[in-house]
């Protein structure tokens, strides 16, 4: 029986694996390779000299001849059981990424055979056992970022707002007696948490 488990991470030498989410024009891409009738997210093995970023960057670029892209790691992958990639069915570990593509290359190269791009996955999958639980865990990933994205952009225009009422009425507030302390404690979390640089930096969905 295939199990399939999500980490926030691992240590980086345990990642054998990438997998990548693309999405080209609204659209996911998912891939044939010219050995199987059966259809795959892109991704494959980490090679000894690379990080498993370059990883994802390789395989995303073979697999669908992506041109220009984004490359958003979401989060660590287990796989336990025997599989076509793993005969001793220990727990191996991978990284799954969603990637924004811009620029496809029309001529398609190396073992790839066929590329389409889907609103969901296909039923034929190479990797039935897997895959869907990976998508489906993306989904959840990427949703969650957009909706930090979304309470994230709320706050940059309605943060002075909130500053001049609090400070208006904080002997009002402090009356509400640990109510209050919260509200002040997410004051100063908030303040540090939007001035984290990572902030700046998460691309979402679309």
Not at 1 to 26: H, L, N, T
Request: with cysteine; aromatic share 14%.
């Amino acid at each position: 029986m295939i199990q399939v488990r999500f980490y926030e991470q691992v240590e980086d030498r345990q990642i054998r694996f990438a997998v990548i989410m693309a999405m080209y024009q609204g659209q996911w891409i998912v891939v044939r390779h010219a050995q199987r009738l059966t259809w795959e997210i892109p991704g494959g093995h980490r090679e000894a000299d690379e990080t498993i970023d370059q990883t994802a960057a390789r395989e995303l670029q073979e697999e669908t001849g992506a041109l220009r892209f984004q490359l958003e790691p979401l989060c660590v992958y287990s796989v336990e059981g025997k599989t076509r990639v793993n005969a001793t069915g220990d727990e191996s570990f991978g990284m799954l990424y969603y990637a924004k593509v811009d620029q496809l290359d029309p001529v398609l190269k190396n073992e790839i055979q066929e590329i389409q791009t889907v609103s969901h996955l296909p039923p034929n999958l190479t990797y039935p056992d897997i895959q869907p639980h990976l998508f489906e865990e993306g989904i959840r990933r990427l949703r969650e970022r957009r909706v930090q994205e979304w309470f994230l952009a709320w706050f940059d225009v309605h943060w002075d707002r909130f500053e001049v009422i609090f400070a208006k009425n904080i002997r009002y507030y402090e009356s509400w007696g640990p109510y209050y302390v919260g509200l002040d404690k997410l004051r100063y979390w908030f303040k540090d948490w939007h001035t984290h640089a990572q902030l700046q930096e998460w691309r979402i969905l679309g």
